[in-house]
């Protein structure tokens, strides 16, 4: 769409009822200007970014950067390309001295990564350049071929277990997972997830760029439920079994590309 349809379709959101808008990609900062501007309609605004393009100061807007391992070699080995955790610290440093806050990193684990869980925590929560952390765990999505980044059932039980200890361990809070959101990503409790009893499906009206309505959820309908180890999974879920004043809220989440 262009910018102006953007901005039309925003505001006709909002005009239903919505009130927190996630830009996801693609890369939501290939349109820095537009960017800009459609933040300003939503009272909540999330921006998922890479983090290669320069992050600008935007208005009621928190960002959450992907960050996939705990250094370049992992980090460029996952993304599929060398320069890319470079470019990111580089760009992150750079936000921090403009004094750009509301940064927080997101590391989805995989197989290729979540034996460096803690090593990732702590790197992160020690360099100053983000103001929080959260974890996802890698969900499988049919037709895409990532069998080399699932992770057990054995290895999902044991991330949830890794991020309670850390959870009690972090004096700052940095890690900004809740012990409710946490326990959400265990297998027990994702066998037993449907797009009827999924907090991401029910709730949050997730939109591919061109203003078409995704089916089921922003991973696609072609998400594995039953490993699901999104993060708007566990928020959602667990913001819905607070009080019932809570239950009127209306997510979206929009491909902005």
Known sequence: MSDEKVLQFIKKRKKEGMVHVTYVGGEPYMRPKLLQDVVKIMPVNWVV?????????LEKTSHFISVDGVDADTHNKIRGKLGLYEKLVSNLTQAREQGIDRLYIHT???????????EIFQRWSTNRLADGMFFSTHTPISGVNDEHLHLSKTQREAVVGRLLALQVQDPDHFLKMTPEMIRRLHPDFTAKLTPQNCGAAR???SYYGNGER??????????KCSECGCLVMAMVS??????????????????LR
Do not use: W
């Open 49 to 57: 970014t890479s983090g290669l393009i320069p992050l600008r100061r």
């Open 108 to 118: 989805v684990l995989n197989a290729a990564n979540v034996d460096q869980l803690e």
């Open 238 to 255: 667990a913001i819905k079994c607070r009080p019932p004043e809570l239950n009127t809220l209306k997510y979206l989440t929009f491909g």
């Open 214 to 223: 995704i089916s089921q959820c922003v991973l696609s309908s072609k998400a």
């Open 203 to 205: 709730y949050v009206a």
